[in-house]
Structure formats: C-alpha cells, structure tokens
C-alpha cells in the first residue's frame, strides 16, 4: 500500500499571504490528522477529519481551517500567515479503530 | 486530562551502548501505548506499542513495557547504531479519544 503523501514538500510564503498544503492518506484510511511541529513547541494537534467532518479540533486560532473531500484527501489553509507558522506540518491518516497513526513526511513552510 | 512525559534530551551515545528513553504518563481508563521515531527530514512511522498491562512492544531490537503500576512505557535498546539516531516520541490513546496525546519527543545521537 502506498504511504501517506502531502504536497508541497517545501513552501516558501510572505506574511500576510495564504497557503494550502495537501495530504493524501493510506487507501481505505477515513481518518486524517494534521499537525505542526516547531523546535519550540513540539509536536501540536492542529485537526482531524472524519468522512469529511471535522471531528476534533486543537487549540488554534480560526485562521487553520481545514477540509476533507469524499476520496478522504484533505487540506489545510493557513491565512494571513504570520512568522510564528513556519513550521513542518504533519499529515496522519488512521482507519478504525483509531489507534496507530501513520504520518506523511510533511510539509515544510517557511513564512518570511 | 491525559498527559505524556519523557525525559529531556537530547541523549548522546557512543555506537553500541545500552539505550533507555524514559516514558511516563497519565490517562484515565487503560490506554494503548505508543512509540514512534522520526528520522531526520521526515514523518513520525511506528516503532512499537502496547495495547494492554505488560505486554512488550518490540521491533527492530527496541523494546517497551507496558507498567500499570508505575504508569510507564521506557523505551530499551541493548546496542544503539549510529542509523538510530533520531527523535523519539511517547504517545498514548485512551478510549473515546480518536487523537493520541504526544510527549514532547527526546532526540538520540548515537557517535561511532
């Protein structure tokens, strides 16, 4: 079975701008987490997604939002990007019952 | 609510050496157990877990057991490998929770 898969690898953005970052689960795989890992913070729950429901949401403000399409792909969008977001984003897709998460690579974002 | 602890790091070891990560947590209920490892430049990936007291996850010659009574999880390795070098993270899941909580991950430098 193919991995999880999230698209770009790498971004570069300017404060202010907006971004979407893309996440391809296992096959079969309903559920899709995402994540942001900083040195400083280490790893944070951002959102999950269930049949295309928002299930479960982190403490982050309402600028990360999120979706999840019928084919169980999701994306995040981050608006009005500040510095603080740069950071690697983690993807992680789970089928029942929710117990082992397995995780993309991530996407790299750097806002300057 | 649940909560992951684990030891600062980062831990430097010379190849060879006897590793111990030390993992300990609070949940209510009887979580399952986690240990996930990431590599440099990419993805969290499963390295083992326990479902239930005492059992034993092993895999790739780390193992970790599962102590009710002292509500831990330590992570063992009797020979670390300078290819073991990376960030590794406790987690667990409790019932209900569809998100597992993270410890803050404790990073190995295994030198030859």
């Known amino acids: 079975k193919a991995g999880v898969t999230q698209t770009p690898r790498y971004l570069i953005k300017t404060r202010g701008q907006q971004v979407t970052l893309s996440c391809s689960p296992i096959s079969g795989h309903r559920s899709v987490s995402w994540y942001q890992q900083t040195p400083g913070q280490g790893l944070q729950f951002l959102f999950e997604?269930?049949?295309?429901?928002?299930?479960n949401k982190g403490n982050f403000p309402g600028r990360f939002s999120g979706r999840q399409f019928s084919n169980s792909r999701s994306e995040m969008n981050v608006s009005t990007l500040e510095l603080g977001d740069s950071a690697l984003y983690l993807c992680?897709?789970?089928?029942?019952?929710?117990?082992?998460?397995?995780f993309g690579p991530g996407t790299r974002l750097t806002v300057t | 609510g649940d909560s992951v602890t684990q030891m600062e790091g980062p831990v430097t070891l010379s190849e060879e050496a006897f590793l111990t990560i030390n993992c300990t947590y609070t949940?209510?209920?009887?979580?399952?157990l986690f240990w996930y490892v990431q590599y440099p430049g990419e993805g969290l990936q499963l390295l083992l877990k326990?479902?239930?007291?005492?059992d034993k996850g092993s895999n790739k010659g780390f193992e970790a057991t599962y102590r009710k009574e002292t509500t831990s999880f330590h992570l063992e390795k009797g020979s670390v490998q300078v290819s073991d070098s990376a960030v590794y993270f406790c987690a667990l899941s409790s019932g209900g929770s569809y998100i597992p909580t993270f410890g803050r991950g404790t990073s190995l430098i295994v030198h030859p």
């Open positions: 997604y269930f049949s295309e429901t928002q299930r």
């Open positions: 326990a479902t239930k007291a005492d």
């Open positions: 949940a209510t209920g009887y979580p399952s």
């Open positions: 992680a897709s789970s089928s029942p019952p929710p117990d082992e998460q397995y």
